[in-house]
Nanobody, 123 residues
Framework: VQLVESGGGSVEPGGSLRLSCAAS????????LSWWRQAPGKERELVAS????????KYQDSAGGRFSISRDNAKRMMYLQMNNLKHEDTAVYSC?????????????????WGQGTQVTVSA
């Protein structure tokens, strides 16, 4: 299994970024996927998760309608559209594969992790 994130970078508060996760090594549509983030000195937390079919989604409260998770099973890609970014969104964002076709909201339900991409929100 390989998960490779891209799209991170530096943005001003109120700006937008779109993260991408390219996946290989498993039957893509059979597994849920998720985005997690970890800020310096803080525990890793769920941002959003999406089921294998793409019909089910789950968001962490802090996403607050600002983030949108999606996937393209034909392209083996997952995305996280982040709008109205805030300073507190600064973190390393990682994509992860869930243990089954459903969404996953706990680390113990994750079987594989990407390396992560840095998102920095600063004026």
């Amino acid at each position: 299994v390989q998960l490779v994130e891209s799209g991170g970078g530096s943005v001003e508060p109120g700006g937008s970024l779109r993260l991408s996760c390219a996946a290989s090594g498993f039957v893509f549509s059979s597994y849920g996927l998720s985005w997690w983030r970890q800020a310096p000195g803080k525990e890793r937390e769920l941002v959003a998760s999406i089921s294998g079919s793409g019909t089910g989604t789950k968001y962490q409260d802090s996403a607050g309608g600002r983030f949108s998770i999606s996937r393209d099973n034909a392209k083996r890609m997952m995305y996280l559209q982040m709008n109205n970014l805030k300073h507190e969104d600064t973190a390393v964002y990682s994509c992860a594969k869930c243990e089954d076709s459903f969404t996953c909201s706990r680390p113990n339900f994750v079987t594989d992790w990407g390396q992560g991409t840095q998102v920095t929100v600063s004026a």
